[in-house]
């Protein structure tokens, strides 16, 4: 049995309301779906990989690492262990009026699709490539000294991170989102969203075509996620070296390097 306390806890709250309530704390970041906010994972944690948007659909989640998702319902089956009655009740949803998915059923021969990574518009990949190859000149000059000791720090060398085509962005640039090929947006105040490159690490994902991700590493951080990913990225898994026979899987950790 539900306790009464229990119950009135999450009675009546919205998605975000009902995960904030469980320590977790979230920043809103753009009005997509009527309002969108980012922060920790409450499964594989991360400073800004968990979105949701709490008006969206009766209020939506998903993680970017990785990638559960789901509604009120959902989220206190998963985190809290709790039926799919349970969960109703303590929201006060009616069972009857709530539309569950429908499992499709599974084949009796599982094959493996790969996943598909659309790349960004082609001027974006051109202009993200001068941004990367001043970074990585700028890696080597006096101002990008503290950079190169924090990467030494980490135990790479110096062929490493030309392998890696590893830069350091010294000032954050902001840029027209049309201008990059990228759709309009309108930030909460009314305003246009620019394209913002962080100062700080310059960490990129090439392949044949070119550059199609740039994530970078801040420093000095008062406020905000430590590494941000920039609008229009490809969000395909950074492989380096892959002719090698022998991979090493890395999951990044906070205040850790992501190569």
């Known amino acids: 049995m539900i306790g009464k306390m229990e ?19 979230f920043k809103k970041l753009a009005a ?7 922060g920790p994972c409450p499964w594989c944690g991360g400073n800004d990989r968990f979105i949701i948007w709490p008006l969206h659909k009766g209020g939506r989640y998903w993680c970017r690492g990785c990638e559960k998702t789901g509604d ?34 599974v084949s009796e021969k599982m094959v ?28 080597w000059t006096a101002e990008g000294k ?5 990467l030494f720090g980490k135990g790479l060398t110096e062929e490493t991170i030309n392998g890696a085509g590893i830069g350091f962005n010294p000032v954050d640039l902001y840029r027209d989102r049309l201008g990059w090929g990228l759709p309009q947006e309108i930030r909460c105040d ?6 913002w490159i962080p100062a700080g690490i310059v960490i990129p994902l090439q392949n044949k075509d070119g550059v199609v991700r740039l994530r970078i590493r ?7 996620p430590r590494y ?24 990044s950790i906070e205040g850790g390097l992501n190569v």
Request: glycine letters at 8%; charged letters at 25%.
């Open 218 to 224: 801040r420093n000095g951080l008062s406020e905000g």
């Open 146 to 150: 503290a950079a190169r000791e924090i």
């Open 190 to 195: 009314g305003k246009q969203k620019l394209l």
């Open 7 to 25: 119950t009135t806890k999450y009675f009546a709250m919205n998605l975000l309301e009902l995960i904030q309530s469980d320590g977790f704390t």
């Open 72 to 105: 009120a319902i959902q989220y206190l089956r998963d985190s809290h262990g709790f039926s799919f009655a349970e969960a109703c009740q303590i929201l006060g949803i009616s069972k009857s009026g709530y539309k569950r998915k429908i499992s499709k059923p």
């Open 32 to 38: 997509t779906h009527g309002a969108e906010y980012a």
């Open 112 to 139: 493996f699709k790969p996943k598909k990574y659309e790349h960004p518009p082609s001027i974006w990949m051109n202009k993200i490539e001068i941004i990367l190859n001043d970074a990585q000149k700028k890696l």
């Open 228 to 251: 941000v990913i920039v609008a229009g990225s490809s969000m395909a898994p950074l492989v380096l070296e892959s002719g090698k026979g022998a991979f090493v899987i890395v999951e």
